[in-house]
């Protein structure tokens, strides 16, 4: 379980004041999958770093239970001088993992080829992601912060990753950053919606996703 209380965050950026999270009190319930929507821009990808401890709330308190994966999908998690092989073994000292048993997990899962054994500085987007999701899911976390990366690659990778996103969700919790409304209904049992810096929480899928395109609809008309 992960608990908001009364969080905030405010970046000022070249002089202007944008507020991401304004006093948000959320409960991200165990041993099930929670959808974060809302517009880019709206601050899900600093939501996501402020559950995993990357980033610390203005004021406020997260409280959590059990092991947290780090953002899945965030590039900064790797060296960009070390390989992927010498990056996955790296995590799985730090986290108290075979090495062995995650460098092959990965190799296998993420399909880089060669790349694998070359500098994540010369990895497309792309494959950071793949290496990050199958990094992380290689890890037994209580809970997985993952963001937009099950969308990465062809059709039978992606598939390949819902596959084992949902094998993982059979004893663990997510929380789940993305645009694709099928993996919502696919993968999730909630919704929050971020939207100027509030967060939104329904039990309802589809009435979470609604106001999600509601919100969306009236900004292209804006």
Not at 99 to 106: N, P, Q
Not at 139 to 166: N, P
Not at 167 to 192: D, F, G, N, P, Y
């Amino acid at each position: 379980m992960i608990e908001l209380r009364n969080v905030c965050k405010t970046f000022v950026l070249k002089g202007r004041r944008q507020v991401v999270a304004d006093n948000i009190s959320a409960i991200f319930p165990d041993n099930q999958a929670v959808a974060v929507l809302g517009r880019n821009g709206a601050g899900k990808s600093t939501l996501l770093k402020l559950l995993a401890g990357t980033m610390e709330p203005d004021s406020g308190e997260i409280l959590s239970t059990g092991h947290i994966s780090w953002p899945v999908g965030f590039a900064g998690s790797f060296h960009p001088e070390l390989s992927g092989l010498q990056n996955t073994r790296f995590i799985a000292r730090v986290y108290g993992v075979d090495t062995d048993e995650l460098a092959d997990f990965v190799a296998d899962f993420a399909e880089l080829g060669q790349h694998f054994y070359l500098p994540i500085r010369t990895y497309s987007s792309g494959m950071k992601s793949r290496l990050a999701f199958g990094v992380s899911m290689g890890i037994k976390f209580d809970t997985y912060l993952v963001d937009e990366v099950t969308a990465v690659g062809d059709e039978v990778f992606r598939s390949k990753s819902e596959a084992l996103f949902a094998e993982r969700m059979q004893t663990s919790s997510a929380i789940m950053v993305t645009h694709t409304m099928a993996q919502v209904r696919k993968l999730c049992q909630k919704v929050a919606v971020l939207h100027e810096a509030k967060l939104h929480f329904f039990d309802d899928i589809e009435e979470g996703i609604q106001m999600h395109q509601k919100l969306m609809k009236e900004r292209r008309k804006a």
